[in-house]
């Protein structure tokens, strides 16, 4: 079974600022992990993921992700926030292989990005 | 490219009738589609799985006789919310897998189903 925590419901940066966003993850087997964005009234848009190949992901938009196995987490990050960055974001985890699809969500976190 | 639209976005009905919502892959084809389900300020939960030409496959606690699943073709998946009552009330989002990109997953933008 696999579950995933996220750190803070709501973030706010200022404009030009580190994003950081926290996700730990629970699974019983080697995960795949993901973080999609949601703007409003859209659909959710991957950002990045990991599927056990390099543990720093790069993502679109200049976000990126670390895998650490020790630590149980896939904190998302950005050095500079930008104001369209402003979103709701989400992270989760699928067990790979048949269930690649099935994907279990943390909670989401609301980023607010201040001018 | 890799669109999932949904149809309706956002649909209130009565007590006892049944809704039907629509998930379309515009631009590319899903063998599979998963279906979730979003309670406010709460995450998304899957609630079943849906490959073309076979039956859907639902997560522990979902009632499939609820929540009917048809996936009839590789670009169309149906949700139908039978007898619905207010705790039905919720926000359904559908995701499509496409076979061509690895298997990525593309969402579609939600229904907003409020049973009155």
């Known amino acids: 079974a696999q579950s995933v925590t996220q750190l803070g419901s709501h973030v706010s940066v200022s404009e030009g600022a580190l994003v950081l966003l926290r996700c730990n993850y629970s699974?019983?087997?080697?995960?795949?992990l993901f973080w999609y964005v949601q703007y409003p009234n859209q659909g959710l848009q991957l950002l990045l993921k990991?599927?056990?190949?390099?543990?720093l992901v790069k993502g679109i938009n200049g976000f990126e992700a670390e895998f650490k196995k020790s630590e149980t987490s896939f904190h998302l990050t950005k050095p500079s926030a930008h104001m369209s960055d402003a979103a709701e974001y989400f992270c989760a985890v699928s067990a790979g292989g048949t269930s690649y699809g099935k994907l279990t969500f943390g909670q989401g976190t609301i980023l607010t990005v201040h001018p | 490219g890799a669109v999932v639209s949904q149809h309706p976005s956002w649909v209130i009905c009565k007590s006892g009738t049944s809704v039907k919502i629509e998930c379309r892959s515009l631009?590319?084809?899903?063998?599979?589609m998963f279906w979730y389900r979003q309670f406010p300020k709460q995450s998304l939960m899957l609630m079943a799985t849906?490959?073309?030409?076979?039956?859907?496959?639902?997560e522990q606690g979902v009632e499939k006789d609820k929540f009917l699943i048809n996936h009839a073709s590789l670009t169309l998946s149906t949700l139908t919310v039978t007898s619905a009552h207010p705790e039905d009330s919720s926000f359904y989002i559908c995701?499509?897998?496409?076979?061509?990109?690895?298997?990525?997953?593309?969402f579609g933008p939600g229904t907003r189903l409020t049973v009155t």
């Open positions: 849906s490959n073309e030409g076979s039956k859907a496959t639902y």
């Open positions: 990991y599927t056990s190949a390099a543990t």
């Open positions: 631009d590319f084809q899903a063998t599979t």
């Open positions: 995701s499509a897998e496409s076979a061509v990109s690895s298997y990525e997953q593309y």
């Open positions: 699974s019983s087997v080697p995960p795949y």
